[in-house]
């Protein structure tokens, strides 16, 4: 499956942006999901999963409450929408995916087989 992640951007404090992850060569909703972000000078951080088929939702603690993970099925594409954001959620977002994921690898990229070329979010205070 090839991922293409888009809706990055320069943002203020406070505000919101929707990344999106599309699809192609595969039904994503076979996949889990997920979204993983790098800061520059930082390791990849895992930011939220959707689970293929009906699965549920996961966050990181830093996240939750702000950004919300979401499929649509007819569009081929999972969405990260993401509101209050601060300065520290400036980075690099990736979309990545896998058919194979067991509940706790999820949360650990090296379990996605599939990556998506990544969104700059550049979020000024």
């Known amino acids: 499956v090839q991922l293409q992640a888009s809706g990055g951007g320069l943002v203020q404090a406070g505000g919101s942006l929707r990344l999106s992850c599309t699809a192609s060569g595969r039904t994503l909703s076979s996949y889990t999901v997920g979204w993983f972000r790098q800061a520059p000078g930082k390791d990849q951080e895992f930011v939220a999963a959707?689970?293929?088929?009906?699965?549920?939702?996961y966050y990181a603690d830093s996240v939750k409450g702000r950004f919300t993970i979401s499929r649509d099925n007819a569009k081929n594409t999972v969405y990260l929408q993401m509101i209050s954001l601060k300065p520290e959620d400036t980075a690099v977002y990736y979309c990545?995916?896998?058919?194979?994921?067991?509940?706790?690898?999820?949360?650990?990229?090296?379990?996605?087989?599939?990556w998506g070329q990544g969104t700059l979010v550049t979020v000024s205070s």
């Open positions: 959707v689970r293929r088929s009906g699965g549920g939702t």
């Open positions: 990545a995916a896998d058919s194979g994921i067991i509940l706790s690898s999820l949360r650990t990229g090296a379990s996605y087989d599939y």
